[in-house]
């Protein structure tokens, strides 16, 4: 093997100790970049995920910047609907497929579930089987070619986002349409018996400790991969605001059902400022907000605006009925905000409930608001913050995606 001419050049004046040491210095730094070049993983999204504005989207973008700046080579495979192409993801990405989701009726009566059946293409499989890379599915929507990666020799790994059946017959609770409800119903069944697939994958990488242990009991080969954020470090600022936030996408039937629980039983019997925040709010929200002249409804902030209300609000409020996945605006509360108040069912499997202020009932949740309102946020919680949180940075997590492969 010829030696680079500079190395070719030195070698010939030296001893034959020295052309070894040189010899072996070139092949051990062509190893580790031919090694370095040939981490590559194919990411299949439900969606396309950029922009990064809310839950799942946030993590896989996050989790595709951090892998990226790992060493690692993606293959991306986007689905699109609702959402565009996005050249932003060239940035970060060796290639971009993008695929479009079909939906209708149709897929309805299909016994694999609506979310995994709307997003099943030969061109997808075509894609996936062309070479050796690993395989990382991105919620259990995108697995539909998890058994043909199997069958070829592929190593595969699965993102569980959440427990998607209990995710979806909490949301068929809080759906208040029929048809909805049915649907969601119907989806939940389909995806427990779905879920079966897990089996052939190689490693499930689950987004909560509560999670990690439900799929670690029913499957193995589970671990913990915490969501993947906008965050490095801590950005909290000391001090008092002069609102309390509470935000998130206001078009999913789970958010606006807390946030009318919270106007109704919580902000209705409070003096202080209320600012709600978030994606596409409905005329019920509109309305019901529009009685108060305390509360404050801002729709669609982008990104740097929803920054600067969570880090300018005194306290970020937080409020689920739904124990599932890992919340996205816990950990941005967190990282950027002062005082954090959530119920136990958003901390669940969380790990970060030292770090909250936490509350069970309305009267609590009252009683509270009006203790921190006059509390100024103290500097010494900050770096209690940024010790525990550690081991929720996005490099530490993408190690242990990089381990695996």
């Not at 001419?5 to 051990?28: C, E, K, P």
């Not at 996005?394 to 995606?401: G, M, V």
Request: include cysteine; glycine fraction near 6%; proline fraction near 4%.
């Amino acid at each position: 093997m010829a030696l680079p001419g500079f190395l070719h050049n030195y070698q010939s004046d030296a001893s034959g100790h020295q052309r070894r040491i040189i010899f072996v210095y070139w092949i051990t730094k062509t190893a580790y970049r031919l090694m370095k070049e040939g981490k590559s993983l194919h990411v299949v999204a439900f969606n396309v995920p950029y922009p990064p504005d809310y839950g799942g989207i946030i993590d896989i973008f996050y989790k595709l910047k951090a892998l990226h700046a790992s060493g690692v080579k993606i293959i991306l495979h986007a689905w699109v609907y609702e959402r565009q192409s996005a050249d932003k993801l060239n940035e970060i990405c060796h290639q971009v497929h993008y695929y479009t989701r079909k939906t209708g009726p149709a897929f309805f009566v299909r016994p694999m579930p609506y979310i995994v059946a709307t997003r099943s293409d030969e061109a997808l499989d075509r894609n996936l089987l062309s070479d050796e890379h690993p395989v990382l599915f991105e919620g259990l929507h995108t697995t539909a070619p998890l058994k043909k990666c199997i069958e070829r020799g592929k190593k595969v790994f699965v993102r569980t986002h959440n427990i998607e059946h209990n995710y979806y017959r909490m949301l068929a609770k809080s759906e208040r349409i029929i048809y909805k409800k049915l649907f969601l119903r119907s989806e939940a069944e389909k995806l427990a018996r779905y879920e079966t697939i897990l089996h052939s994958a190689d490693a499930m990488l689950c987004i909560s400790t509560t999670d990690t242990i439900y799929f670690n009991d029913k499957y193995g080969k589970s671990q913990h991969v915490s969501a993947f954020h906008q965050h490095e470090h801590i950005s909290a600022k000391s001090g008092s605001g002069d609102y309390i936030l509470f935000h998130g996408n206001l078009s999913v039937p789970e958010n606006e059902k807390a946030l009318l629980f919270l106007v109704k039983r919580v902000f209705s019997f409070i003096n202080y400022r209320v600012v709600i925040a978030g994606k596409n709010p409905g005329s019920h929200i509109r309305r019901i907000c529009d009685r108060f002249p305390h509360i404050e409804l801002i729709s669609n902030p982008d990104n740097e605006q929803m920054n600067d209300l969570v880090e300018r609000a005194h306290i970020n409020l937080l409020y689920t009925y739904q124990p599932t996945g890992l919340k996205l605006k816990l950990l941005h509360s967190l990282h950027a905000g002062r005082h954090c108040m959530a119920n136990p069912l958003m901390l669940s499997g969380s790990g970060v409930e030292s770090l909250c202020n936490i509350y069970r009932s309305p009267s609590e949740a009252i009683e509270l608001i009006g203790e921190l309102m006059k509390t100024p946020f103290p500097e010494r919680t900050i770096g209690d913050r940024e010790k525990k949180l550690k081991e929720y940075r996005n490099s530490a997590n993408a190690k242990k995606i990089t381990d695996l492969l």
